[in-house]
C-alpha cells in the first residue's frame, strides 16, 4: 500500500509505481444501472437552500477590480448552457429545469444562442433577426421568470457569432446580399469577423439585443434592463477581427472591402503622411501580395484608398514576422493594430449603448483567441477593456465515426494541463469565466473536469463564474450518454456537482496569494516585443496553451495571470520545481497536491485538503491519502471520491452531516470501444451503468457516525453501514450508489 501524509506543507508520498488503466480491458460485470427519478426533492444532497432566492433580491451583482459581489459578498457562479430554442422550452420543461437546477448547486444559466434564428435555432421573427417570434419570447420571459424564482441567474449570448439577416433587414444592411444568397431558413449568414469591420452590422446586433432589454417581462413587470436577474451581456461569442476568419468578410462583400479599404488608408495617412513615406516605411514587396489568400493585385496605393488591411495569426506570428513575412513585416504589424482597433471600436459601441439603455450589469467582450503571442494579446486587451474575461475551452473527444479514433486521454497526467491551461489568460484586475468547457463525448474521464476545475480554477486560480456546456436537456439526468456530443446532465458530470458545488460556493479552497505574473505591455506589441514565448495549439474548440517563463504546470501551484502594464517589464521565469515534493506538485496554499503520470495518457490524480471538503480524484488505487481527520484509501483504478461538508456554514470538524460523493466512468449498455480504447465501436443503448468505486474511508471526529445509503436521487434509503472507530468501506458493486451520508 502506498501512503500520502498531509503536513503544513503539503503531501508527502513514498515512490510507487504510476497506475495505469487500459480502457479495453473493462470488466463490467459489477457495474450498476443508474436509475434516478429525476425528482426536485432536495434529499440530502440538494443545494437549494444555498441559492439566495430570487435572484437579484438584493439588486445586481457587479464587478470591483477582480472579482464579483453580490449584496456586499463575495459570488462565485456555477452553472451551464442552453442553446436556441431550448432557451425559450414550453413551461412544463421550465418549471421542471427550474426545480431541477438548483439541486445540483447550479446558480447560473447562459442563454447561449436564443436568437440565432427563427424556429428551432431560436425567438428570431420570421423576417428580421432584430424581432421576435411573440411566441418563443413569451416562452423565453417564463424560464427567466421561473430560473430567478429559484435562485439562478442568466447570462444573455445572442448568436453564434455570425448574424443571420432576414428580407426586413435589408433596410439596415442594404449590400447584405453580397454575402450569399437566402437559406432554407429564409435567413442571409454573415461572415465570421465581418461585424467588427461593419457599422451597419454593428447597428443590427446593437438594436437585436436593445430590442430584448427594453422588452417587459409580463411575468416579473421589468424590462430586461431593470432585471438584476441578467448578471453579464455577452457582445458576441466566438468570433474576433484577429482570429483567422478575418480575411473572409473582405473577400466576400465588395462594399465592405471598399469601406474598410478607405478607413484604413485613412489611418495610413494620419501614420505616414502620403504614399512615399508609406512605401519607404513598408517595402517594395509589402504591396499587392496576397494573390494566395484570394485577394489578386489592384495596384494598391494610398491615393487610390485601395488598401486593405490583410492579414491573420499567421503572418502575425513572431516566428513568421521574422522569417517567412519579414519582407513585409511593418505592413503586417500595422494591420495588427488597424484591427485592434476596429474590434475594441466595435466594444465601445456596444457597451455604450447598453449604457445609455440603463443596462448596470458586467458585459463581456468575446470568448475567443486569436493565435498565439502578438495577435493572442491584443485580441485579450480589447476584452480586458471591457470587462471580466470569458474564455473557452474543451478536451478530448473526437470523431465516432467507425473506424475513427478520438482522444481518450485524461487531464490528470500532466499538471495544468487540457481545460485547466486556459487559465494563463486570467488577467490579474479581472474577474475570470470560462462560459464553454466540457469533456468532449466519448472521452470517458468527464467526472476529472468539474473536480480540476472546481479546485484549480474556482479556488487556487481564483476563478468567478463557469458554464459548462450542453445544447439543451430534460430537466434531469441524460437517460443515455452521448446524445450530444456536449452532455452536461451525464452522470459521471452532473453526479459529482453536490460535492464540488459545495466546495466552490462555500469557496473551501484558498485563492493562491503567490502570483506568477505574464507581463504584457500593449504599445510594445506594435514593435513586436512581448518578453516571454507564448504556445498555443488550437483544435477549434479544444485548445491548450503554455510559456517560457510561466508554464502551464504553474497553474496548480501558483495563481497565473496576465498583467498589463503602463510601461515594458520582462516577466520573470516561474520555477515549478521549488514545489514538487514527494513525488507531488504541491500548491502553495498547501491545500492541494497534484502527482502526475509522466509519458502515459491514462494516470495521475490529485488530492484536496480543506476545512471542508477532503477528496481525492484519478488514478489512485491502494494509495491511502491522509488528509488531516480524513484519510481515504481508494481501492478502484480510477475515480473521485469526496468527504465534504452538507451544510453552508459548516465544515468536517463542525458538520454532523458529511456527504460522501464517489464517481468513476459511466457507460450506455452494450457501450464498446476499440481495444486500443480510442475508438467507439457502438454507442449502446440506455439504461446507463455506473462503474463502481470502493474506497476506505477514516475520519477522526468524536461522536457515534452512522453511514445511510442514499438513492440516485440524494434521497436516504432504510440501510445503513457499519462504522467501526471512525472508519467505514463504500462499495459500489454492493451499494450501486454513487451517494452516502455519514451522520454524527
Not at 151 to 160: D, K, N, P, R
Not at 514 to 522: E, K, N, R, S
Request: glycine residues 10%; hydrophobic residues 40%; contains cysteine.
Amino acid at each position: 500500500m502506498q501512503v500520502c501524509t498531509w503536513l503544513v506543507v503539503g503531501c508527502l508520498l513514498v515512490v510507487f509505481p504510476v497506475v495505469v488503466l487500459s480502457a479495453d480491458a473493462v470488466d463490467m460485470s459489477s457495474w450498476y444501472v443508474f436509475a434516478p427519478r429525476n425528482t426536485p426533492v432536495p434529499g440530502e444532497i440538494g443545494m437549494q437552500d444555498w441559492l439566495s432566492k430570487p435572484a437579484g433580491r438584493y439588486g445586481r451583482i457587479v464587478r470591483e477590480q477582480d472579482k464579483l459581489y453580490y449584496n456586499g459578498k463575495r459570488i462565485k457562479l456555477w452553472g451551464i448552457n442552453l442553446c436556441y430554442g431550448a432557451c425559450s422550452p414550453e413551461q412544463t420543461l421550465a418549471d421542471k429545469r427550474a426545480a431541477f437546477y438548483p439541486k445540483y448547486g447550479i446558480n447560473s444559466v447562459r442563454l447561449h444562442k436564443y436568437v440565432d434564428g427563427p424556429g428551432w435555432a431560436g425567438i428570431q421573427a420570421r423576417d428580421s433577426c432584430v424581432e421576435f417570434d411573440p411566441a418563443g419570447l413569451d416562452r423565453m420571459d417564463y424560464q427567466v421568470v421561473q430560473f430567478k424564482a429559484a435562485g439562478i441567474y442568466v447570462l444573455l449570448s445572442a448568436h453564434f457569432g455570425a448574424l443571420k439577416l432576414g428580407p426586413a433587414d435589408k433596410q439596415y444592411v442594404p449590400y447584405m446580399e453580397e454575402f450569399g444568397r437566402f437559406g432554407n431558413d429564409n435567413r442571409i449568414t454573415t461572415p465570421h469577423s465581418a461585424v467588427q469591420y461593419s457599422p451597419e452590422l454593428q447597428n443590427v446586433q446593437i438594436r437585436q439585443t436593445l430590442n430584448l432589454l427594453e422588452h417587459k417581462n409580463p411575468y416579473t413587470g421589468l424590462t430586461y434592463t431593470e432585471d438584476p436577474v441578467v448578471a453579464f451581456i455577452e457582445i458576441i461569442n466566438e468570433q474576433s477581427i484577429l482570429f483567422y476568419t478575418s480575411m473572409g468578410p473582405l473577400k466576400a462583400s465588395s462594399t465592405l472591402r471598399q469601406q474598410v479599404a478607405t478607413r484604413f488608408c485613412d489611418w495610413l495617412r494620419a501614420k505616414y503622411g502620403t504614399q512615399d513615406k508609406l512605401h519607404a516605411a513598408w517595402g517594395d514587396k509589402a504591396f499587392d501580395g496576397f494573390a494566395a489568400d484570394g485577394f489578386p493585385p489592384v495596384d494598391e496605393n494610398l491615393d487610390k484608398n485601395n488598401i486593405l488591411p490583410l492579414g491573420n495569426p499567421w503572418y502575425w506570428d513572431p516566428a513568421q514576422l521574422n522569417g517567412s513575412q519579414a519582407f513585409r513585416r511593418q505592413r503586417l504589424l500595422d494591420t495588427l493594430i488597424f484591427l485592434y482597433g476596429l474590434q475594441c471600436e466595435f466594444y465601445d459601441r456596444y457597451v455604450q449603448a447598453m449604457r445609455d439603455a440603463g443596462y448596470g450589469g458586467e458585459i463581456l467582450g468575446s470568448n475567443w483567441q486569436a493565435g498565439q503571442a502578438l495577435s493572442h494579446f491584443y485580441n485579450l486587451h480589447s476584452d480586458w477593456r471591457v470587462g471580466t474575461i470569458d474564455r473557452h475551452n474543451y478536451f478530448g473527444g473526437g470523431s465516432t465515426k467507425a473506424g475513427a479514433t478520438f482522444n481518450n486521454a485524461t487531464m490528470l497526467h500532466t499538471a495544468g494541463s487540457g481545460t485547466l491551461s486556459v487559465g494563463l489568460q486570467q488577467a490579474v484586475d479581472r474577474p475570470f469565466m470560462l462560459s464553454e468547457w466540457i469533456h468532449v463525448f466519448p472521452n470517458e474521464w468527464g467526472v476529472e473536469g468539474p473536480a480540476v476545475l472546481g479546485a484549480y480554477g474556482y479556488g487556487l486560480q481564483g476563478w468567478d463564474v463557469s458554464y459548462m456546456f450542453q445544447n439543451r436537456d430534460s430537466g434531469g439526468f441524460s437517460d443515455r450518454i452521448g446524445r450530444d456530443t456536449w452532455d452536461a446532465t451525464a452522470p459521471q458530470v452532473l453526479g459529482i456537482f453536490p460535492a464540488v458545488a459545495r466546495q466552490v460556493l462555500r469557496g473551501d479552497v484558498k485563492e493562491a496569494d503567490l502570483l506568477a505574473p505574464l507581463y504584457v505591455h500593449v504599445p510594445s506589441l506594435a514593435q513586436a516585443k512581448l518578453g516571454f514565448t507564448d504556445r498555443t495549439i488550437q483544435q477549434y474548440d479544444v485548445k491548450s496553451f503554455d510559456t517560457d517563463k510561466v508554464p502551464a504546470r504553474a497553474l496548480a501551484v501558483a495563481r497565473c495571470a496576465v498583467e498589463f502594464t503602463d510601461q515594458y517589464r520582462d516577466t520573470p521565469a516561474f520555477d515549478v520545481r521549488t514545489y514538487q515534493q514527494a513525488g507531488f506538485l504541491t500548491s502553495s496554499t498547501g491545500q492541494l497536491a497534484w502527482k502526475e503520470a509522466g509519458a502515459t495518457k491514462l494516470g495521475g490524480f490529485f488530492t484536496i485538503n480543506t476545512a471542508g471538503t477532503k477528496a481525492v480524484v484519478g488514478f489512485h488505487e491502494g494509495t491511502k491519502c491522509r488528509l488531516g481527520e480524513v484519510t481515504i484509501i481508494p481501492q478502484s483504478p480510477f475515480a473521485a471520491i469526496y468527504v465534504t461538508a452538507r451544510e453552508p456554514d459548516k465544515d468536517i470538524r463542525t458538520s454532523k452531516e458529511l456527504l460522501i460523493t464517489a464517481i468513476a466512468r459511466a457507460r450506455n449498455t452494450g457501450m464498446k470501444f476499440s481495444d486500443a480504447g480510442n475508438s467507439l465501436l457502438d454507442r449502446g443503448k440506455p439504461p446507463i451503468l455506473m462503474e463502481p468505486v470502493k474506497a476506505t474511508i477514516s475520519i477522526l471526529k468524536p461522536g457515534t457516525p452512522k453511514l445511510v445509503l442514499l438513492d440516485h436521487d440524494g434521497l436516504r434509503t432504510a440501510t445503513t453501514l457499519p462504522v467501526e472507530n471512525g472508519t467505514f468501506t463504500i462499495d459500489g458493486t454492493r451499494d450501486k450508489t454513487p451517494y452516502y451520508l455519514l451522520e454524527f
